[in-house]
């Protein structure tokens, strides 16, 4: 299968329409059509009808597959070139916003770094195609265990740090005056869906054995303080490492009690650090 035909159906498929492709990819309508018409022949089967511009159920398979091959290919064009070529000067570190602790952001060279606050499940793709030199990940984990991560190329991680989690209250809330939490007592509860600024409630689900945590509010973005801000006001509860959760105005931070879980960060790489990458490495301190 021709990767170029692939990245060519994928952008058609996203876009629902053959000459949007064609401006998005540089190529002529015709040469977007040509490139349809000669994977569909590979593959047998037709992967597009063409009034709407829409998947079939073959297409749409493809598709599930297509996201992960093409950034493999993409990962391994970058870690090819990564070792041909020279260290690069600064550093441009990719990191989930509840991962930044004092610690990592002391670590950031002074001068030629460059931060990149993504959802956490954008990190590994941003390191493996080497668009950060480094990644910070964050999640709920057992104490020591690794976190799980999507297999988009081959990546080495050192665990960072393991904190405490607290539940967010506002001050009001009935539970407020506990001194600790079980995550099974607060299943039926309102929550806040953060999965970019807090911790997701698919990671609690998990937790629980797959139910409970119903959505109250959804909310899109990185931004930990407007996360921390709805709780507050009512909105809905929230899980948040201690150092994240201590000390906002208007809410309790309650300790989580059981299951006994830990807010795990754990530093991404490929290959053998260099340069500012290995510097900053060195100054976060990795813990294995």
């Known amino acids: 299968m021709d990767p170029h035909l692939l990245r060519t ?38 992967l597009l009808t063409r009034r709407p511009v829409a998947p079939t159920a073959a297409g749409e398979r493809l598709l599930e597959h297509a996201g992960p091959l093409l950034l493999r290919l993409d990962a391994a064009r970058a870690d090819v070139a990564r070792i041909a070529a020279a ?9 989930a916003p509840t991962a930044l602790s004092p610690g990592a952001l002391a670590a950031l060279p002074r001068t030629g770094a460059t931060l990149r606050v993504l959802a956490r499940d954008e990190i590994p793709a941003a390191v493996a195609t080497g668009e950060a030199d480094l990644g ?20 080495t991680t050192h665990g960072v740090a393991e904190d405490a989690v607290r ?4 001050t009001a809330h009935p539970l407020a005056g506990r001194r600790g939490l079980r995550l099974g007592d607060l299943a039926d509860a309102r929550w806040l869906d ?10 609690l689900r998990a937790a629980n054995g797959g139910h409970g945590f119903r959505t109250a509010l959804r909310c899109t973005g990185t931004d930990v303080r407007t996360l921390t801000a709805l709780a507050a006001a009512g909105h809905g509860l929230t899980l948040l490492p201690a150092p994240a959760a201590e000390g906002v105005p208007g809410t309790v931070a309650v300790p989580l009690t059981h299951p006994r879980l830990v807010h795990r960060t754990e530093l991404l790489s490929t290959g053998t650090l260099r340069g500012a990458a290995a510097a900053f490495a060195r100054e976060l301190g990795t813990r294995d």
């Open 9 to 46: 159906y994928v952008t058609v498929a996203h876009l629902a329409s053959f000459s949007e492709a064609a401006r998005a990819l540089g190529y002529t309508q015709s040469a977007v059509s040509q490139h349809i018409a000669a994977l569909e022949q590979d593959l047998g089967t037709p």
């Open 87 to 95: 260290p690069a000067p600064g550093l441009t570190l990719a990191a």
């Open 136 to 155: 910070l990940v964050d999640g709920l984990a057992a104490p020591t265990d690794p976190l799980r991560l999507p297999d988009v190329a081959p990546l």
């Open 167 to 170: 539940v967010l209250l506002p």
């Open 194 to 203: 953060a999965p970019d600024a807090g911790l997701p409630l698919a990671q």
